[in-house]
């Protein structure tokens, strides 16, 4: 189950395109769903806090062994996680921040916009990983924008900066940007991750696991 | 405006009392309300999470030039800062941590319960803090039941144990528990710092500080 | 009681002026003096040294319920508040950050030279806050200096790195620049706050909170 | 292919125990190989140094997509993904406190002698995680005794001894201490996180995700 | 040069004897003095901030190319190196914290009382090491009576405590201390630093570099 | 007993001559000696890892009172430190580190390469000491090579930079340019710390400390 916590048909149908090839993977079920009601995308911390509710009322009516929070901001993942104690619940913005704390020495994030970039280092911290952050840089733009062509360049640009800032690795701030991993990992030449192929990859992880467990790691 | 966020009248009672003496100085009116609709009170994320919305909706309804979030879980309070920026808006919690952090070198929280004090950490984490922080101790209660007096003797055992952790001061983290912030420092021998009036001071030292300015400082 | 912990007149004068709108506010009190035979200014960590225990000398003499040590140096601070252990020591550079720490997410300090710079980045780490901090800009300049008109340029030039390192509030880093805190706040675009302006209006809030308290809440 | 790089038959045994259930999903093959001539365990930081090299001859010896280093010390680890960027390279010890801090707010871990006590504390500081890590308790043990069943109370007392450290999950940090896991959740009442079943599903997912990209996200 | 920057002659003598050892070794002539006129030990943050300025003057009048400031407390440090930029001015805290961070890996500091542990993690944080430090644990004495042989139960249950919070090496944190280091030692098992001693073999090491460069290394 | 721990003859000679004039002061004897079969130099981690275990040999080999590692990168320090606990074991990089910390305020490094980069970044965390360094700027060098006169222009480069992001210090980060320090502080006007002369003067008064106390203080 991936939950796309925004309203957005063209970012459900792109995160829908990204999740495709790993059906073929495994006896597993990915359900792909938007959040109708919601905001078109989180560009303000209001839109977080209104999404997380809805998220938690998705998962509370959809049942799965697995949620993915398809949204960087990882709307509700922390009351999803204590009230939904015997499933797998993956954020897209904390999973891909471990996986690059895996790949890389210190990460960078390319955000949608300044807002988007104060919420990114409030998690940062939260999560207690400052230490290997260089910073976010904004391309002005939002999750609908994101899932058109138009953005590498804008992409290049901030994702250059923050090579100068220091990251050997750099993030996708947004749910809608994995088409543009693969070209932005040939201009930065350094690896790109994107939090939807990782979420769903690490949930499919998460999943053998817990059938091995014969339980929930976490309960 | 101070807005308790939960639906407990016994609490926004509480919280009532506790303004009262700060309403004979100076010029400004202090309305407390309550929020009809919310949890009783902020024992999981969850509830925080549904209560963030409803804090910026009664914040959207009635104009204030300051506002603070009388749960120390700070719900909404980020979003309602973006939101609102040409208002003041103090949070309980964040306010009395800094207050904690001017009159004390170690600062330890008296939680209501092991959910509360893994938001706490969460937030002091988020607020860039930890060095300074020793940890929270719970009383395995919540905000309805810490408006009665029995509770003194648990939060005693608590604050005890934050001491030994290395705290020089404590902080009740909880709004209704006003009435035992005296008895508790004579119990404990240091300074105790209840989040409902270190707010309600604050909040009457900023107004005046942008009634100075002519606008919001923060504008 | 605001101690200028500096000889200059100049520097007494412009508190003194920045300090007037607040005493129309409630019925305290504020008198301003200097602090005869100290050096001009606190240019190197020697003038903060031989500063500290003037000001805890001053303090002896003048019995006050609250005092401002208006110098971001804040000498004496920490010997003064656990000498007057039943009085509000406000230190305009630790109470400016924490002020900085609740309106924006990361701030940055104009400061007077590579030497204040210095002291400035001490005293950011020993608050335990350095995760918050983008770090401190000079203007090649002294306290006495800063209450004339003409150094707003190179205020704006090293506000805008700071803008630069990511701040999204910025403090002015001496008790002597209060007069440019607005045409810096138009040309930034982004909060500034002055340390003497926020040190009163704090100590106004906790004198309030002391009196409703009925004694000292650090005591 | 996981590597136990210690030269203990049975630890390998012990591995390839847990490892065989993982061999049923999707179509990847896993082998378990151990490390002729390396010590028997890594009771010291000279045994670490010592199988590094020897690891990452392995590794250049026998091809695979993905390596596992199943010792909680990851010896080798950052030199073999510095060498072998086209492959996955998972550390056991690495992975393990990712998704500790995934799945609870503070870990610690169970470690075998304050020798392995003093390598999971410079290990969790080079992550730059140390902010919610509240330390590691030994059990005065070896790699090769932690086979045996007999320690299970000697891995209780430790992990509660982390629970009043305020850990809210516990990492058991050694290779041979899988078959501890269940019993060990069942007896602290708390999530454990055993470093190889974690490692392995984790291996599994980063396959799935290099496919869908057709190459090495790191590369 | 030696400084004990407090007005006890016994004092003064017990650094004298724990420095004279050194002296046969190499041509440095190592002088101690006293400081007249200052309080006998430093109790309170206000008898470092007072004894600062008179330590500096020491120095500007007692010529040498090398100065050791004999107080836990550094009374004087950062701006004595400030001003004499062209002299090795070594802390004796900052110097032991720094030798017990190359001997061990997590340090703790047996400390005079509250408010000598309340400066020492002050420093901690200031120098940014604070992640290796355990805490403070204090004996109720000052430094007039630390000369005295009563004590080493009193340090050796302090020395306990440490090593309980994790600590595998501990500081005496009071110049007073050095006779106390080897029967500390042998009770603790674990190394024990003497200030006095660790700041005079580093000024010499730190001579000898001086010359060899042919001009202070710092100017 | 200074180890080069790499196999290149003209960086063995670069050591010695930085040492000789060393040889003067006291009756210490100061021994250099390479290290044949490691690699000409480390450049990648895996060099590091491979020598490691040959450092450590040669200390089984070479009985010595206190050993230097010549190597920014401290190969195989901590576990010779761990296993020759009776001796004293001196990193080049560790030490100029904390002779960093305690000439200036922040401080940078003048790296070989990326790699080198990576690895004093991950140093730095694990010594916990991150919130000093403001980072490493490499010159695209290796061991070899610089011990050639031309690198001092992009060393200079390099150390600009370092000045640009804060720092008010400079360390060489390899042993092999011991005669660049001198230069390199008169370019970058600032003070310039070299790994290998630092080692050797801090061993120097580590073994005074040593005789003084009749045994190791770490033993």
């Given at each position: ?180 991993r693969e070209p932005l990992e040939d201009?930065l030449?350094i690896p790109v ?27």
């Amino acid at each position: 189950m991936v939950i796309n916590p925004n309203s957005s048909d063209c970012v459900t149908e792109a995160i829908d395109r990204e999740v495709e090839p790993f059906r073929r993977y495994g006896d597993f079920t990915i359900d792909v769903c938007g959040t109708p009601g919601a905001p078109p995308g989180v560009s303000y911390q209001t839109d977080a806090d209104v999404i997380g509710p809805m998220v938690q009322a998705t998962m509370a009516r959809e049942k799965a062994s697995a949620y993915i929070i398809a949204c960087f901001s990882d709307p509700g993942l922390l009351g999803a996680r204590e009230k939904f104690d015997d499933a797998i619940v993956i954020g897209c913005g904390e999973n891909a921040i471990f996986q690059a704390m895996t790949d890389g020495d210190q990460f960078g994030i390319i955000s949608l916009s300044i807002f988007s970039t104060r919420r990114q280092r409030r998690k940062v911290r939260m999560m207690g990983v400052a230490g290997r952050y260089v910073g976010s840089r904004g391309i002005d733009s939002n999750a609908v924008e994101a899932t058109s062509p138009e953005l590498l360049d804008r992409m290049v640009r901030a994702g250059r900066e923050l090579v100068d800032l220091g990251a050997d690795i750099v993030v996708t701030g947004c749910a809608s940007m994995s088409h543009f991993r693969e070209p932005l990992e040939d201009r930065l030449s350094i690896p790109v991750i994107d939090p939807v192929g990782s979420a769903v990859s690490a949930a499919i992880g998460r999943c053998i696991l817990k059938r091995r467990h014969g339980r929930a790691s976490a309960s």
